[in-house]
């Protein structure tokens, strides 16, 4: 089947514009194969991020027709509306190029927090401990839809507080009790909507001011 | 005055090796085509090998277990460390048994056999007819995670990584390489760089690079299927007790299992489809481990090239060994040019101590490497600054 896929393009020191690209692509193929596709085929200067390919990296999030998706496993067919496909780099995030962003805004406030990245899971075994890794990919598809953290540059964000909330041990610094951490949230829950994984931060967030406001959690630094 | 390398290629051996040279104190640049872990890495199934996969290549297996002991080490926040089980499903498996725990004990590689009522117990989702179990200390994680640890590790020794920059031709005068010219895909504008030394680690993609500068890598292009189930059935590896063959792996991390692989080869890694028989063949195969693959709704299927040592006559990539080759092209016309194939993304980080030291002995760099000692950086370091 014959796809439109247009592409809006940012080079270092130009004016964005789109760039529409015409592809033959089975339906059932991911939006990502058929970028893929058009960077080895049509153009090789097309820069967009992506890894795993299976939806548990979380580098190639992107605004597909509007919405935010992980373009792996994000079937063509499926989101084609009249044939064509637009996509967008994630807002929120600085633009490396064309589709590539810098997610340091996320991962730079990781620094303030240290969040584990491991989680105990209780498998029901008393000799076995197992782990995880937590379910958060760390796309930045929650930032990228999110009305705060589009506007407010200094919130700790969605993913990183759900992180927060997740893996604490009682104890959270100051910065997620402040303006910078739940209280920004007006809770729209556009981050539990669209978050690939079903991590929920939005819930996640409101589980951390409930716990602060009963005093659950003690606040240090 | 500092020497420079360029290091080709951002998978896990190209970051690994940056990380390595920059630590001895070399002036190390890495360009990679596109993303971090765009290529061959970031599409492995995940699996932290224990090495008993390759037992039949009882050195390769020990090289596999040492590496995985070392990264659970140096960087335990990347791994599920949850171990594996090698299960016989039919009598054939069966008669692999014995072999397979003789080799893994001439290996070193620390393995137990369990009763199936034990194997079935922890993990509920196996063959309820299996025959026999193994527990190996097998791990799982997340590809690009790992590749942004060493990512990290090497910019903070002052390594510049530099995506989205495609090597796209060499100036080779007097026997060695004299410039670079690289493709910035951010701007996009052509430049060259002057590097004292050149390491292509771009896997799979060796030979394609390697012609840029008229010379050649054994390297044979060996994709393999992978199917994504939408879902975790698991929490240990699940391996088939048998010689390495197409759907033999369930690997479980963060939410998902992963059903690998198949095994043929290719011209050229940047053409690849996966085969529709091989997705059926990967759920056919899945099944017979654990009967709920079938009825999982796939999630994604991809496909990984692996950059297999292209030396015998193998035709399905399952008879080349999985160790690895330091290419030295001097003798090629091209004296301060290395490649690097093979290997496994386990031992990535081993493959870059050992290319480090050729590349430090050509540069009479005299640091040792330490990247088996000291601790990996967080992956989130790799955004800062």
Same mark, same amino acid.
């Given at each position: 089947m014959r796809f439109r896929v247009v592409i809006k393009r940012v080079k270092a020191g130009g004016e964005p514009r789109f760039d529409a690209f015409d592809v033959?692509?089975?339906?059932?193929?991911?939006?990502?194969?058929?970028?893929?596709? *058009?960077?080895?085929?049509?153009?090789?200067?097309?820069?967009?991020?992506?890894?795993?390919?299976?939806?548990?990296?979380?580098?190639?999030?992107?605004? *597909?027709?509007?919405?935010?998706?992980?373009?792996? *496993?994000?079937?063509?067919?499926?989101?084609?509306?009249?044939?064509?496909?637009?996509?967008?780099?994630?807002?929120?995030?600085?633009?490396?190029?064309?589709?590539?962003?810098?997610?340091?805004?996320?991962?730079?406030?990781?620094?303030?927090?240290?969040?584990?990245?491991?989680e105990i899971v209780d498998g029901g075994l008393q000799e076995v401990q197992l782990e995880k890794l937590y379910d958060c990919i760390e796309c930045g598809i929650c930032y990228s839809a999110c009305p705060i953290a589009n506007t407010f540059p200094e919130y700790l964000g969605p993913s990183l507080l759900a992180l927060i909330s997740k893996s604490g041990d009682g104890k959270v610094p100051a910065v997620v009790d402040s303006r910078a951490g739940v209280w920004a949230c007006h809770a729209a829950f556009e981050c539990s909507v669209r978050c690939p994984v079903g991590f929920k931060p939005g819930e996640s967030i409101m589980r951390l001011r409930r716990r602060l406001l009963k005093g659950e959690l003690r606040v240090e630094g | 005055m500092t020497k420079s390398v360029l290091v080709i290629g951002g998978g896990v051996t190209g970051v690994a090796i940056a990380y390595d040279l920059a630590s001895r104190g070399l002036s190390v640049t890495l360009v990679e085509r596109g993303s971090l872990g765009a290529g061959t890495s970031g599409r492995t199934h995940g699996l932290l090998h224990s090495g008993c996969r390759y037992i039949a290549d009882a050195e390769v297996a020990r090289e596999c277990y040492s590496e995985n002991v070392t990264l659970r080490r140096i960087a335990p926040f990347l791994f599920e460390k949850n171990g594996g089980l090698f299960v016989a499903v039919t009598e054939d498996d069966l008669r692999y048994k014995d072999f397979f725990l003789k080799q893994c004990e001439r290996a070193g590689i620390p393995v137990e056999e369990v009763p199936r009522e034990e194997a079935l117990r922890l993990e509920p989702?196996?063959? $309820?007819?299996?025959?026999?179990?193994? /527990?190996?200390?097998?791990?799982?994680?997340?590809?690009?995670?790992?590749?942004?640890?060493?990512?990290?590790?090497?910019?903070?020794?002052?390594?510049?990584?530099?995506?989205?920059?495609?090597?796209?031709?060499?100036?080779?005068?007097?026997?060695?390489?004299?410039?670079?010219?690289?493709l910035d895909k951010t701007v996009p504008r052509e430049y060259e760089v002057k590097p004292d030394f050149v390491v292509n680690a771009t896997g799979a993609?060796?030979? /394609?690079?390697?012609?840029?500068?008229?010379?050649?890598? $054994?390297?044979? $292009? &060996? $994709?393999?299927?992978?199917?994504?189930?939408?879902?975790?059935?698991?929490?240990?590896?699940?391996?088939?007790?048998?010689?390495?063959?197409?759907?033999?792996?369930?690997?479980?991390?963060?939410?998902? &299992?992963?059903?690998?692989t198949t095994s043929w080869v290719v011209e050229d890694p940047d053409s690849v489809k996966p085969p529709r028989e091989h997705v059926e063949l990967m759920v056919k195969r899945g099944s017979e481990l654990a009967p709920i693959v079938s009825r999982l709704k796939i999630k994604a299927v991809y496909v990984s090239s692996r950059p297999l040592i292209g030396e015998g006559a193998a035709s399905t990539g399952r008879e080349v060994s999985r160790s690895f080759a330091v290419i030295d092209h001097s003798r090629d016309g091209a004296e301060n040019f290395v490649s690097i194939i093979g290997g496994k993304f386990t031992t990535a980080r081993l493959m870059a101590e050992k290319l480090g030291d050729f590349v430090a002995e050509r540069l009479g760099a005299a640091k040792e490497s330490q990247t088996a000692s000291r601790p990996l950086a967080p992956y989130w370091l790799f955004f800062e600054g």
């Amino acid at each position: 089947m014959r796809f439109r896929v247009v592409i809006k393009r940012v080079k270092a020191g130009g004016e964005p514009r789109f760039d529409a690209f015409d592809v033959e692509a089975d339906p059932s193929e991911s939006v990502l194969d058929v970028v893929e596709r *058009i960077s080895l085929e049509k153009d090789r200067t097309l820069a967009f991020e992506h890894a795993c390919h299976h939806g548990v990296c979380g580098a190639c999030g992107m605004v *597909i027709n509007g919405v935010e998706r992980l373009a792996c *496993i994000t079937r063509i067919g499926e989101v084609a509306k009249g044939g064509v496909v637009v996509l967008e780099p994630l807002r929120g995030f600085k633009v490396i190029s064309d589709l590539a962003v810098d997610k340091s805004r996320m991962f730079g406030k990781y620094k303030l927090v240290t969040p584990s990245t491991l989680e105990i899971v209780d498998g029901g075994l008393q000799e076995v401990q197992l782990e995880k890794l937590y379910d958060c990919i760390e796309c930045g598809i929650c930032y990228s839809a999110c009305p705060i953290a589009n506007t407010f540059p200094e919130y700790l964000g969605p993913s990183l507080l759900a992180l927060i909330s997740k893996s604490g041990d009682g104890k959270v610094p100051a910065v997620v009790d402040s303006r910078a951490g739940v209280w920004a949230c007006h809770a729209a829950f556009e981050c539990s909507v669209r978050c690939p994984v079903g991590f929920k931060p939005g819930e996640s967030i409101m589980r951390l001011r409930r716990r602060l406001l009963k005093g659950e959690l003690r606040v240090e630094g | 005055m500092t020497k420079s390398v360029l290091v080709i290629g951002g998978g896990v051996t190209g970051v690994a090796i940056a990380y390595d040279l920059a630590s001895r104190g070399l002036s190390v640049t890495l360009v990679e085509r596109g993303s971090l872990g765009a290529g061959t890495s970031g599409r492995t199934h995940g699996l932290l090998h224990s090495g008993c996969r390759y037992i039949a290549d009882a050195e390769v297996a020990r090289e596999c277990y040492s590496e995985n002991v070392t990264l659970r080490r140096i960087a335990p926040f990347l791994f599920e460390k949850n171990g594996g089980l090698f299960v016989a499903v039919t009598e054939d498996d069966l008669r692999y048994k014995d072999f397979f725990l003789k080799q893994c004990e001439r290996a070193g590689i620390p393995v137990e056999e369990v009763p199936r009522e034990e194997a079935l117990r922890l993990e509920p989702n196996l063959n $309820p007819d299996l025959k026999a179990a193994v /527990k190996v200390p097998d791990g799982t994680f997340d590809p690009l995670k790992v590749i942004l640890s060493f990512a990290a590790s090497a910019k903070l020794s002052g390594a510049v990584i530099k995506p989205f920059n495609e090597v796209v031709g060499f100036k080779v005068e007097g026997g060695r390489v004299t410039s670079v010219k690289v493709l910035d895909k951010t701007v996009p504008r052509e430049y060259e760089v002057k590097p004292d030394f050149v390491v292509n680690a771009t896997g799979a993609w060796a030979d /394609k690079v390697a012609r840029l500068a008229g010379l050649r890598v $054994p390297v044979k $292009p &060996s $994709p393999g299927v992978m199917v994504a189930l939408d879902g975790r059935i698991g929490n240990m590896v699940f391996n088939r007790l048998n010689k390495p063959g197409d759907g033999d792996i369930i690997v479980h991390h963060r939410g998902t &299992s992963v059903v690998g692989t198949t095994s043929w080869v290719v011209e050229d890694p940047d053409s690849v489809k996966p085969p529709r028989e091989h997705v059926e063949l990967m759920v056919k195969r899945g099944s017979e481990l654990a009967p709920i693959v079938s009825r999982l709704k796939i999630k994604a299927v991809y496909v990984s090239s692996r950059p297999l040592i292209g030396e015998g006559a193998a035709s399905t990539g399952r008879e080349v060994s999985r160790s690895f080759a330091v290419i030295d092209h001097s003798r090629d016309g091209a004296e301060n040019f290395v490649s690097i194939i093979g290997g496994k993304f386990t031992t990535a980080r081993l493959m870059a101590e050992k290319l480090g030291d050729f590349v430090a002995e050509r540069l009479g760099a005299a640091k040792e490497s330490q990247t088996a000692s000291r601790p990996l950086a967080p992956y989130w370091l790799f955004f800062e600054g």
